[in-house]
């Protein structure tokens, strides 16, 4: 994808200068020159082509070292970047700046997926234009798209995602791309929220970790030296479709005892009017209360209030994804887990019984100095990964 973007970094030099202002702000052209190992004369050719781009400008004189003073370069203030998360009931939208700080957002708007792409995506844009409007930005340099399913990222496609019809092989980068006359980037939901995490979350400064993403669905992001897994065909880190038992409810995908269909938002909300239905939890039937249905954050409610059935469903659901992360532990050996989504909510009494069963069941050694976290980026952690996606490609040289 990434030789179809414009106005990036055009060589390693020009992409480690980026990142380097990205994360750490400004820094003088002699402080790039010595910190990327290069002459003043290269660094200055090299940063006056990224003024030329749009990506970097002066920044006015750096602090006086002795002798002439040398001067200040930063990211360009126009740089601006659209992180779009689409969940299987609502959007998320968000624009930040060259270095990932939100500027303006419209969090959880209702979308039901399943309206397919055409409708789903027209929405998006229109809250993309609406942040757009009130930020009075003209224009965008790119956006990263989150969708809840499998994804060709070198295609910019969903693929045969379970609980997305008629979105498989629909041309998702190009159609957005046309619209809103940008690069377009594509992911996997769960790669952007561990992208977030990697920014601006609890996993920062580690680099090796995994975001487990507990919300309608279950999904593991993996981050390996820095840089997101994403495996041959876009796949790696789909454990919400992992068996954890010979038999069980039938799985979106169509299998049977699967990980999500245990223990995902909609098998909570099933379980959970199961129980109203068999009188086991008086507590979840007053939260019905008239509705049609109860959905995985009243049986929050409900364990808030003590329900002791609510309470065994997060036991039982957190000691299967427990039961799934250990053996991942043994495997990869990670220096981080961080557990988010919308069931996460659940909270501590969810995180210590993933904990318990993951360090019962891993290595020692693998599990010696590993934090099982929750993550504390909450509703923003989805779109800061999908500009982060995009930022990542207009800071990288092939």
């Not at 004369?41 to 070292?65: H, K």
């Not at 929220?193 to 919300?215: C, D, N, Q, T, Y």
């Not at 129980?275 to 509705?291: E, F, M, Q, T, Y």
């Not at 059935?309 to 799934?324: E, F, N, P």
Request: glycine content about 14%; proline content about 5%; aromatic content about 4%.
């Amino acid at each position: 994808m990434r030789h179809t973007l414009a106005g990036r970094a055009e060589n390693a030099t020009q992409a480690k200068a980026l990142k380097l202002l990205r994360d750490e702000g400004p820094l003088s052209r002699v402080q790039l020159a010595d910190r990327l190992g290069v002459s003043r004369t290269t660094i200055g050719s090299e940063l006056n082509r990224l003024s030329e781009l749009g990506l970097a400008e002066n920044a006015g004189p750096a602090a006086s070292r002795g002798g002439r003073r040398s001067t200040l370069v930063d990211l360009s203030p126009n740089l601006r970047f659209v992180g779009v998360d689409i969940g299987a009931t609502s959007i998320s939208v968000a624009i930040t700046d060259g270095r990932l700080a939100v500027l303006g957002k419209r969090l959880h708007v209702p979308v039901d997926v399943r309206l397919g792409p055409e409708r789903v995506l027209g929405s998006a844009l229109a809250l993309a234009h609406e942040v757009r409007a009130e930020l009075g930005i003209q224009r965008v340099t790119g956006v990263g798209i989150g969708v809840p399913g499998p994804v060709d990222f070198h295609s910019g496609v969903p693929v045969s995602p379970p609980i997305m019809p008629g979105w498989h092989g629909y041309p998702v980068r190009e159609a957005v791309s046309r619209e809103l006359g940008c690069p377009v980037l594509l992911d996997n939901d769960v790669n952007l929220m561990a992208l977030g995490e990697r920014h601006a979350g609890v996993a920062k400064s580690v680099p090796s970790f995994l975001f487990v993403k507990i919300g309608t669905g279950i999904g593991c992001g993996i981050v390996t030296g820095g840089e997101l897994y994403r495996g041959v065909d876009g796949c790696a880190g789909d454990i919400g479709h992992v068996r954890v038992e010979e038999f069980g409810p039938t799985c979106a995908c169509g299998n049977s005892g699967c990980l999500e269909a245990f223990f995902g938002g909609s098998a909570l909300a099933r379980d959970a009017m199961a129980a109203v239905r068999s009188g086991r939890s008086p507590v979840l039937a007053s939260l019905l209360d008239g509705r049609e249905q109860l959905s995985a954050e009243d049986v929050a409610h409900a364990v808030a209030q003590g329900d002791p059935y609510s309470v065994q469903l997060i036991r039982d659901g957190g000691h299967r994804v427990g039961w799934a992360l250990a053996s991942l532990v043994s495997f990869f050996n990670p220096g981080l887990i961080v557990i988010g989504g919308r069931v996460a909510r659940l909270g501590h009494p969810l995180l210590a019984e993933i904990r318990g069963v993951v360090y019962r069941r891993s290595l020692p050694l693998a599990t010696g100095n590993l934090p099982v976290v929750l993550s504390e980026m909450g509703d923003d952690a989805g779109v800061v990964g999908a500009a982060a996606l995009i930022s990542e490609a207009v800071y990288a040289a092939d």
